[in-house]
């Protein structure tokens, strides 16, 4: 059982938006804005998409954006391409002793 | 351009030790924290650890304690993961990455390094 919930799946049509859950505890996502996002295609390893909540490394699409409200992170693609299709993990900070906890991961297809 | 190069594949009995490299070129490897993370066959990511090359200092993902030894060598710009007694639950690919500002936001992975345990 992984320490941040995230669905197991999710869906949208080209064009349309999605949005990622990730829903930890006080001690991790609720304390920190810290979270990160990863992408991973199938045999590759993972990509930093967003990290301290909403921030995107340079060369990220800027239809990717992430939020936070309470204990839950959100990632949401915008105007979704076929090739946004992949398995996302989100990842927080949970503090020096624990230091970072991932979601079980969710699989986005693109219709 | 920061690049970590890992060792490859290894095939291990149970009760055996693993050790996977990681070498990094193309920035400042003492500098920044190299994490190891491993992905299950079909599971997800998994935090295993971590070592800051110019403290020297690691530190563990409690179900990982005493049974995985991360190191560095800062001449090679090299990290290196050590999983001790092995069964058959570590069969996993192994992923080293960069931490980008020191809150487990890794910005560089290997191509990680696919660790099989059978008898």
């Known amino acids: 059982q992984s320490a941040l919930t995230q669905p197991a799946s999710v869906s949208g049509s080209l064009g349309q938006s999605i949005t990622i859950s990730c829903t930890g505890t006080?001690?991790?996502?609720?304390?920190?804005?810290?979270v990160s996002w990863y992408q991973q295609h199938p045999g590759k390893a993972p990509k930093l998409m967003i990290y301290?909540?909403?921030k995107r490394p340079s060369g990220v699409s800027n239809r990717f954006s992430g939020s936070k409200s309470g204990n839950t992170a959100s990632l949401t693609i915008s105007g979704l391409q076929a090739e946004d299709e992949a398995d996302y993990y989100c990842?927080?900070?949970?503090?020096?002793?624990?230091?970072?906890?991932f979601g079980g991961g969710t699989k986005l297809t693109v219709l | 351009q920061v690049q970590l190069v890992q060792s490859g594949a290894e095939v291990k009995k149970p009760g055996s030790s693993v050790k996977v490299s990681c070498k990094a070129s193309?920035?400042?490897?003492?500098?920044?924290?190299i994490n190891w993370v491993r992905q299950a066959p079909g599971q997800g990511l998994e935090w295993m650890g971590r070592?800051?090359?110019?403290?020297?200092?690691?530190d563990y993902a409690q179900k990982f304690q005493g049974r995985v030894t991360i190191t560095a060598d800062k001449s090679t710009s090299t990290a290196y993961m050590e999983l001790s007694s092995l069964r058959s639950e570590d069969t996993a690919v192994y992923y080293c990455?960069?931490?980008?500002?020191?809150?487990?936001?890794?910005?560089?992975w290997g191509q990680g390094t696919l660790v099989t345990v059978s008898s």
């Open positions: 006080s001690s991790d996502v609720g304390s920190y804005n810290l």
């Open positions: 070592i800051i090359p110019i403290l020297n200092i690691a």
């Open positions: 193309g920035g400042t490897f003492s500098s920044y924290a």
């Open positions: 990455a960069r931490d980008h500002q020191g809150f487990g936001d890794m910005d560089y």
């Open positions: 990842c927080s900070y949970a503090g020096s002793s624990t230091y970072v906890v």
């Open positions: 301290e909540g909403s």
